[in-house]
């Protein structure tokens, strides 16, 4: 199934994943370039909720650029297996190999990113169209991205609520993933 028929087939489970669903599907009919970062406007972008191997911890990192801990994710750059996207970047960022906990998305987001330096560069304001992926780490051994990340820990959901300095992310991605992980931490 395209990751087109996946985002299609994906059952909003709040208001605001149903406006995100149809905000994506229509920007991804109307730009066949929605996959690359290239497009300043909007693309899609990959992120996985990463579970400890003992199911009681996730994984947050110390985000340089939004200096916020946050979860892990990244550009599609072309790729339309998200999940694999997915995947590659909790690798990238964290050192950890991971799995589908979960088999296919687990929510939509649509999440705005402020005008930015990227590598001395100047990237405009513009939105990341996010498909998460729950996913489950096959050890606990950790590694930051410096580049990227300045710090990686395990942290409860609860300590993983209370680290983010970002209120919209907190209220309406965190604590959405939080409670829908809950039958997964068990």
């Known amino acids: 199934m395209s990751i087109i028929d996946e985002i299609k087939a994906f059952i909003p489970g709040c208001e605001q994943e149903e406006r995100d669903q149809v905000a994506m599907?229509?920007?991804?009919?109307?730009?066949?370039?929605?996959?690359?970062?290239?497009?300043?406007?909007?693309?899609?972008?990959?992120?996985?909720?990463?579970?400890?191997?003992?199911?009681?911890?996730?994984?947050?990192?110390?985000?340089?650029?939004?200096?916020?801990?946050s979860w892990t994710g990244g550009h599609a750059d072309g790729e339309r297996d998200l999940a694999a996207a997915a995947i590659r970047e909790v690798e990238e960022e964290t050192g950890l190999r991971t799995h589908l906990l979960y088999p296919g998305i687990f929510s939509l987001e649509n999440l705005t990113v402020e005008g930015h330096i990227k590598r001395g560069v100047y990237v405009p304001g513009h939105i990341h169209?996010?498909?998460?992926?729950?996913?489950?780490?096959?050890?606990?051994?950790?590694?930051q991205k410096p580049d990227e990340?300045?710090?990686?820990?395990?942290?409860?959901?609860?300590?993983?609520?209370?680290?983010?300095?970002?209120?919209?992310?907190?209220?309406?991605?965190?604590?959405?993933?939080?409670?829908?992980?809950?039958?997964?931490?068990k």
């Open 129 to 143: 169209m996010n498909v998460t992926y729950l996913v489950q780490a096959e050890s606990e051994q950790l590694r």
């Open 25 to 69: 599907l229509r920007f991804l009919a109307a730009h066949d370039d929605a996959f690359d970062r290239e497009n300043l406007t909007a693309h899609m972008t990959a992120s996985a909720w990463v579970i400890s191997p003992d199911k009681r911890h996730v994984v947050m990192c110390y985000h340089n650029l939004y200096q916020s801990w």
């Open 149 to 185: 990340n300045s710090g990686v820990r395990w942290m409860t959901p609860e300590e993983a609520l209370a680290s983010s300095t970002e209120p919209w992310m907190v209220e309406r991605v965190y604590r959405k993933l939080v409670k829908r992980a809950q039958p997964y931490m």
